[in-house]
């Protein structure tokens, strides 16, 4: 097993709650946060149920005390709640200290913003101060400069799987000496554009969301920000910081068989956990809990669950659960907020339930876990799926 | 460290840029904004699929084409796309449906095409190539944020062949909002007078670079990304400094790069980056530009990896680009550095092979 590189903070904001600490309680109390919309306006707001925050974006902004012509979008306010909180953990004071990177993962950008104010452009100047966040990269930029960080700055955009992406090049950077310490997850806030797009493709679900089970009728869309601090083994000797777990496996393939749709064996899905597996230098059986992507889309938890038979085997599938049912598909950040969840894990030798589920798959037969699982837990394999056929996984361990 | 070479280069601009030949012909422009200069489609495309690409799969999927075919190269290992604003004219189509015709009427086309990874993922959908994929959204650092992750896969493992690009497009409604904003000029001018703009902001164009990046020495090498760098913020003192470390750290001095390529793109706030470098460490040295040829968007900056083999390659530097009078007769390094309104600012040293 490689040692991997050191986790020291993690912060998140998601319907579950706006701390570690809460999210940790939600988790260990099973109690979901998948509600009716309250934020946005839509003509669906009957027919979906989501995994929402409730703080409006005035609350948020009171919040991070921001000047009133700010033009933070909703993504970058959560961004910079769960980025803080990530910091405070990892008890980073100066970020100039060190060679400091920021790489975030959205899909949703400030497209909140741009829908709201998309018409009155060209009819007033009161909010051409938010045309600039319609380039994603501008949410990165926000926090980043609240943050205080000025040096290597990027912003990753693979859809559903964009945090895992960050997360992991993150590892890849501290590992070749190229930063110090960096600042990887991802954040989106909740947007008309999401749920419409989403619904055309009549994968939203009207009731709480039951990943891998037979009767699945799709997804829970939410929204949320996580991000988690690595450093470099010469920091964590240096300052004896406190190690909450490693980022020990990594992979990206691509499934390369449709723009949205996963293949039905799962070939990306399985390539990125095979070569993960080989990164981490761990063999499956290693493995103590999978944290699936399980969206509970008919198409997700078919392909993802065949990937995982052909990793794992039928008879020999490590316990797994998804955590979708806590905090509906949070995109871009969903990756984050479950690697902060499998950190959580870790550290609490806890399996957080796969919570709504009650018929297998009939052609999977897989069972998750369903309810909290105390358990020694050294090694978490964490998927995450995108469109564009992009699958990665990653590894954390203890 | 592992090296990091260029293997093929083609981009797909406002100029004609995809005949072979280098900058002899120049189209001038007259408008805020303007568009790419076609190559033809047809030639890389299947029509059937053709039909159902937006303008950044057309360009990136053929750009990506046609530096695989100069690197000789039928799979790479992996796909590497930066965009800035990724494909804008279905996200606003599918925006304003939503706004116009209040969420009623969608079809799932436009929201799939949407998402800024389509170009990389229908590239790896086109090429059936199951490597890693990955598209970054970092404004004007979105192609250089591709080429660091290139370079450090190289580094990683230098039988890797990449394949990295950026790609932007124009939509219809959301691009003029820039001169709204004030990110553009607010009247035409003639692209080529670029630099005697005497206003804030500037042009804005579209188009698509892709190169093919290998870290094996070859006679297929065409130039060694040395290094690069991006800075997210950085003042023009700052600035100054950064470049003069960077030179350092790969063992060289000022006058050891031949020529120096500069993101100037006729905002007279911003372009005071620039002008700080050529009137003090660059003054000795050959100051070229490209952005009144090819406008400005978030990965215009790719175009400078494209004039440089090219210089390389013909040994020649159009008169077009040069921004002063100095004469070289032979170019082995040059860098390049670009930043967009003080944010996002990249160094790259470029070698030839």
Not at chain 1, 15 to 23: H, K, L, Y
Not at chain 1, 37 to 44: G, S, Y
Not at chain 1, 130 to 159: M, R
Not at chain 1, 293 to 318: C, L, Q
Request: hydrophobic share 35%; with cysteine; proline share 2%.
């Amino acid at each position: 097993m490689s040692k991997g590189i050191a986790i020291t903070g993690m912060g998140i904001i998601s319907s579950v709650g706006a701390t570690v600490e809460e999210n940790l309680h939600s988790l260990k109390a099973a109690t979901p946060g998948i509600t009716r919309l309250a934020n946005i306006e839509t003509r669906h707001r009957d027919s979906i149920m989501v995994g929402e925050i409730k703080q409006t974006n005035a609350q948020l902004e009171t919040q991070l005390g921001l000047e009133k012509e700010n033009n933070l979008s909703r993504t970058s306010m959560l961004g910079i709640i769960a980025a803080k909180e990530a910091l405070t953990q990892a008890s980073i004071n100066d970020i100039e200290a060190h060679r400091t990177g920021f790489i975030s993962g959205t899909s949703v950008g400030g497209m909140d913003m741009t829908e709201r104010y998309y018409d009155s452009y060209n009819e007033s100047l009161e909010y051409i101060r938010y045309i600039e966040t319609q380039h994603a990269g501008s949410t990165t930029g926000d926090i980043a400069k609240y943050l205080g960080i000025k040096g290597y700055v990027t912003t990753i955009s693979t859809a559903c799987s964009s945090a895992a992406n960050a997360i992991m090049l993150g590892a890849r950077m501290i590992k070749a000496g190229k930063l110090d310490r960096v600042i990887v997850g991802g954040t989106d806030g909740m947007s008309k554009f999401t749920i419409n797009g989403f619904n055309t493709l009549m994968i939203l679900s009207d009731e709480e969301c039951t990943p891998f089970d037979e009767h699945r009728k799709g997804l829970n869309l939410g929204e949320a920000a996580a991000y988690i601090v690595l450093e470099s083994d010469a920091i964590v000797a240096n300052e004896n910081k406190k190690v909450l777990g490693y980022v020990s496996g990594w992979a990206n393939a691509n499934d390369a068989y449709h723009q949205t749709a996963s293949s039905s064996e799962g070939e990306g899905a399985y390539l990125a956990m095979k070569k993960a597996l080989n990164v981490a230098k761990i063999s499956p059986e290693q493995v103590d809990y999978v944290n699936a992507h399980g969206t509970a889309t008919p198409n997700n938890d078919m392909s993802e669950g065949t990937a995982m038979t052909r990793i794992f085997g039928k008879e020999t599938m490590p316990v797994f659960s998804s955590t979708k049912a806590f905090t509906g598909h949070t995109l871009a950040a969903a990756a984050a907020v479950e690697a902060v969840f499998s950190i959580l894990s870790l550290q609490e030798n806890i399996v957080f339930p796969n919570l709504n589920f009650k018929t297998p798959i009939a052609d999977l037969s897989m069972t998750p876990q369903t309810t909290c699982l105390e358990k020694e837990l050294d090694v978490i394999l964490s998927n995450s799926f995108g469109f564009g056929g992009n699958c990665s996984t990653l590894i954390f361990t203890k | 460290m592992n090296k990091c070479y260029i293997n093929g280069v083609a981009s797909i601009t406002a100029q004609p840029t995809t005949n072979g030949k280098f900058l002899e012909d120049i189209i001038s422009y007259n408008d805020i904004i303007f568009k790419a200069d076609n190559p033809n489609y047809k030639d890389f495309i299947k029509p059937s699929a053709m039909r159902r690409m937006s303008k950044s799969v057309k360009m990136g999927v053929t750009a990506s084409k046609m530096a695989m075919e100069q690197a000789r190269l039928e799979m790479p290992d992996a796909i590497i796309t930066g965009t800035g604003m990724g494909c804008r004219q279905d996200s606003e189509k599918f925006l304003e449906k939503i706004l116009y015709d209040d969420e009623q009427f969608l079809t799932p086309t436009l929201f799939i095409q949407s998402t800024h990874n389509t170009v990389g993922g229908q590239i790896a959908l086109g090429l059936q190539c199951k490597g890693y994929n990955l598209t970054y959204v970092q404004s004007s650092a979105s192609f250089e944020s591709s080429l660091i992750d290139a370079q450090l896969m190289l580094t990683e493992d230098s039988n890797k062949k990449i394949v990295v690009g950026g790609i932007d497009e124009i939509a219809k409604t959301s691009s003029k909002f820039h001169i709204l904003n004030g990110e553009l000029k607010q009247q035409p001018i003639p692209n080529l007078e670029l630099l005697q703009s005497k206003t804030t902001g500037t042009l804005l164009s579209e188009g698509a670079t892709f190169m093919v990046l290998d870290g094996e020495k070859s006679t297929k090498n065409i130039a060694e990304i040395v290094d690069i760098e991006m800075i997210y913020t950085a003042s023009i003192e700052e600035t100054k400094k950064n470049i003069e470390d960077f030179i350092a750290r790969q063992g060289l001095k000022i006058q050891d790069i031949d020529a120096v390529i500069l993101g100037n793109n006729g905002d007279r706030q911003f372009d005071t980056y620039y002008q700080s470098l050529q009137t003090s460490i660059f003054t000795n040295t050959q100051q070229l530009y490209y952005k009144h040829l090819i406008g400005d968007y978030h990965v215009a900056s790719a175009f400078g990896y494209w004039l440089t083999c090219n210089i390389f390659k013909h040994n020649n530097v159009p008169s077009i680009v040069k921004m002063n009078n100095l004469e070289v007769d032979e170019h082995k390094n040059i860098l390049l550095y670009n930043q967009y309104r003080g944010e996002n600012h990249s160094i790259a040293l470029v070698r030839k092979c």
